[in-house]
């Protein structure tokens, strides 16, 4: 996102645990910062020093460790890349059981320490409930071996869950234990395009009623990101048929047990849908290929490269109520145009798009530049409306160090101080990821 930018001169390459323990020792010994560093897609600024720290790579940590087909558990070394392992995993049946638009780069130690939340935790939760054990190396160098491949241990404090979205400041993850399910027999999926956001809430709740156990992704853009997505060669463009009036468009994915069960399900879905006495969606274009599947989840998925390459972007990733979703981007447009800095040499879009089912939005400002009048426009005045909803500032991409001043505007004073003695315990000299989550007291 090209917002940050340290004075690092050294990145090391470890390939073993014990490497990364011999390091994280020196590195304590001498009071040096570490940045643990994935595959770099993050969208907080957590993986970039933000001074001279070393850099901590996990990329040549890349293989899996054991796969028992059976149970469906995987161990892996930290730095896997998120698609190589579902490759590793499909000639056994299973899938991982979270998937995001950043695949292809991200790493499953970036996962986990992001706790990435992506396009399937509608269907198969977070990383929270399928992470079964990890691997980390601690600031002292200590390795803290808690990689069991148990589904059930009720031993006391479960440590590894604090590792889980820390993005780095406890601890390296070295290693993953985690529950992959088993691949669906039948994917499909369909882009519905809406006449009104009005219309998104009741759709789900009739989508969820008619689909129930095979809906696994409930996925909303609105108008200005297809645009954006098509504009950016991201997926194939619907007709100009299929968008005429569409204020936004949802995207449903199913995934069952038999084809023409889920196909019966969704044809039906689609007619209920289109015939209704008042229709809740204009039109809908259902997948008739694998490569037409792709195609529709490329829309989606493509967004966020499209916004990077329209200009720069100011992202809120943010949870609140699904019936607010519409105001919050059209309220954050408006306060923009009130300032005087909606046009083009200022904030070019405000768009919205995100996880329906998860009651995460994604709010994208893009600009021409990133300009000091514009961040102040913004904040605090979207952290504010997150706020008196009781809203999450991150929803899913974590605080890195974009976002440790907005902390308190999700967590209490009382969290906050003990999240400030958690991070002590395990970091006492301060090294690990230094500045990232936590503001420097
Ligand atoms: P990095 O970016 O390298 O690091 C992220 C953070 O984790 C940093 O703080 C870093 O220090 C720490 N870290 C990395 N590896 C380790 C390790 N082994 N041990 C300890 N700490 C470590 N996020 C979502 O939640 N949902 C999405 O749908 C989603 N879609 C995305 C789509 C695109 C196109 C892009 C670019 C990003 C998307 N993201 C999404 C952001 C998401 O957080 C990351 O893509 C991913 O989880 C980070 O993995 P990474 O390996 O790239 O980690
Ligand atoms: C997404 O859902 O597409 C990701 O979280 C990335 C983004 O917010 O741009
Ligand atoms: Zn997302």
Same mark, same amino acid.
């Given at each position: 996102?090209?917002?940050?930018?340290?004075?690092?001169? %050294?990145?090391?390459?470890?390939?073993?645990?014990?490497?990364?323990?011999?390091?994280?020792?020196?590195? #304590?010994?001498?009071?040096?910062?570490?940045?643990?560093?994935?595959?770099?897609?993050?969208?907080?600024?957590?993986?970039?020093?933000?001074?001279?720290?070393?850099?901590?790579?996990?990329?040549?940590?890349?293989?899996?460790?054991?796969?028992?087909?059976?149970?469906?558990? !995987?161990?892996?070394?930290?730095?896997?890349?998120?698609?190589?392992?579902?490759?590793?995993?499909?000639? #056994?049946?299973?899938?991982?059981?979270?998937?995001?638009?950043?695949?292809?780069?991200?790493?499953?130690? &970036?996962?986990?320490?992001?706790?990435?939340?992506?396009?399937?935790?509608?269907?198969?939760?977070?990383?929270?409930?399928?992470?079964?054990?990890?691997?980390?190396?601690?600031?002292?160098?200590?390795?803290?071996?808690?990689?069991? %491949?148990?589904?059930?241990?009720?031993?006391?404090?479960?440590?590894?869950?604090?590792?889980?979205?820390?993005? &780095?400041?406890?601890?390296?993850?070295?290693?993953?234990?985690?529950?992959?399910?088993?691949?669906?027999?039948?994917?499909?999926?369909?882009?519905?395009?809406?006449?009104?956001?009005?219309?998104?809430?009741?759709?789900?709740?009739?989508?969820?009623?008619?689909?129930?156990?095979? !809906?696994?992704?409930? @996925?909303?853009?609105?108008?200005?990101?297809?645009?954006?997505?098509?504009?950016?060669?991201?997926?194939?463009?619907?007709?100009?048929?299929? $968008?005429?009036?569409? @204020?936004?468009?949802?995207?449903?994915?199913?995934?069952?047990?038999?084809?023409?069960?889920? @196909?019966?399900?969704?044809?039906?879905?689609?007619?209920?849908?289109?015939?209704?006495?008042?229709?809740?969606?204009?039109?809908?274009?259902?997948?008739?290929?694998?490569?037409?599947?792709?195609?529709?989840?490329?829309?989606?998925?493509?967004?966020?490269?499209?916004?990077?390459?329209?200009?720069?972007?100011?992202?809120?990733?943010?949870? =609140?109520?699904?019936?607010?979703?519409?105001? =919050?981007?059209?309220?954050?447009?408006?306060?923009?145009?009130?300032? &005087?800095?909606? /046009?083009?040499?200022?904030?070019?879009?405000?768009? &919205?798009?995100?996880? $329906?089912?998860?009651?995460?939005?994604?709010?994208?400002?893009?600009?021409?530049?990133?300009?000091?009048?514009?961040?102040?426009?913004?904040?605090?005045?979207? #952290?504010?409306?997150?706020?008196?909803?009781?809203?999450?500032?991150?929803?899913? /991409?974590?605080?890195?160090?974009?976002?440790?001043?907005?902390?308190?505007?999700?967590?209490?004073?009382?969290?906050?101080? !003990?999240?400030?003695?958690?991070?002590?315990?395990?970091?006492?000299?301060?090294?690990?990821?230094?500045?990232?989550?936590?503001?420097?007291?």
């Amino acid at each position: 996102m090209g917002r940050f930018r340290g004075r690092s001169t %050294t990145v090391l390459k470890p390939k073993s645990t014990h490497q990364v323990s011999q390091i994280m020792k020196w590195c #304590y010994d001498k009071r040096i910062g570490v940045v643990p560093q994935g595959g770099n897609t993050g969208l907080v600024g957590g993986s970039v020093p933000i001074n001279d720290e070393v850099v901590l790579s996990l990329s040549n940590m890349n293989n899996v460790r054991s796969f028992d087909p059976i149970s469906g558990i !995987l161990v892996a070394d930290a730095g896997c890349i998120l698609q190589s392992l579902t490759d590793y995993v499909a000639p #056994y049946n299973h899938i991982m059981p979270i998937d995001l638009g950043a695949k292809g780069s991200c790493q499953i130690g &970036g996962n986990v320490a992001t706790n990435a939340g992506g396009l399937r935790l509608l269907r198969y939760g977070s990383l929270h409930g399928t992470v079964l054990g990890l691997e980390v190396v601690l600031p002292d160098g200590t390795i803290l071996d808690q990689l069991t %491949t148990l589904r059930k241990d009720n031993t006391g404090y479960d440590l590894k869950q604090l590792f889980i979205g820390a993005e &780095g400041t406890l601890g390296v993850i070295t290693g993953v234990s985690i529950l992959t399910p088993p691949a669906p027999q039948a994917s499909n999926n369909v882009i519905l395009a809406l006449p009104s956001f009005n219309n998104v809430l009741p759709l789900y709740q009739t989508v969820k009623r008619q689909l129930s156990e095979i !809906l696994s992704a409930f @996925e909303f853009i609105d108008r200005t990101s297809y645009d954006l997505a098509v504009k950016h060669g991201q997926g194939r463009a619907l007709s100009d048929d299929e $968008v005429a009036g569409a @204020e936004c468009f949802v995207l449903i994915e199913t995934s069952g047990g038999r084809r023409e069960h889920d @196909e019966e399900k969704l044809s039906d879905l689609l007619g209920n849908l289109l015939e209704a006495d008042k229709p809740l969606v204009n039109t809908g274009v259902l997948a008739q290929s694998p490569a037409q599947f792709s195609s529709l989840w490329a829309l989606r998925e493509g967004v966020t490269e499209a916004v990077s390459k329209e200009g720069k972007a100011y992202k809120y990733d943010i949870s =609140v109520p699904l019936s607010s979703f519409k105001d =919050v981007v059209d309220g954050t447009r408006e306060h923009l145009r009130a300032k &005087g800095l909606l /046009h083009d040499k200022a904030v070019k879009h405000v768009l &919205g798009y995100g996880h $329906v089912g998860d009651g995460n939005l994604h709010l994208n400002i893009v600009a021409d530049a990133y300009l000091p009048e514009i961040q102040d426009a913004l904040e605090p005045y979207v #952290y504010e409306v997150v706020a008196s909803h009781r809203g999450s500032v991150s929803a899913e /991409h974590g605080i890195g160090a974009m976002k440790t001043h907005a902390l308190h505007y999700s967590k209490s004073p009382v969290s906050i101080a !003990l999240m400030k003695k958690i991070k002590e315990i395990f970091d006492p000299r301060g090294i690990m990821n230094p500045g990232k989550v936590l503001e420097h007291d």
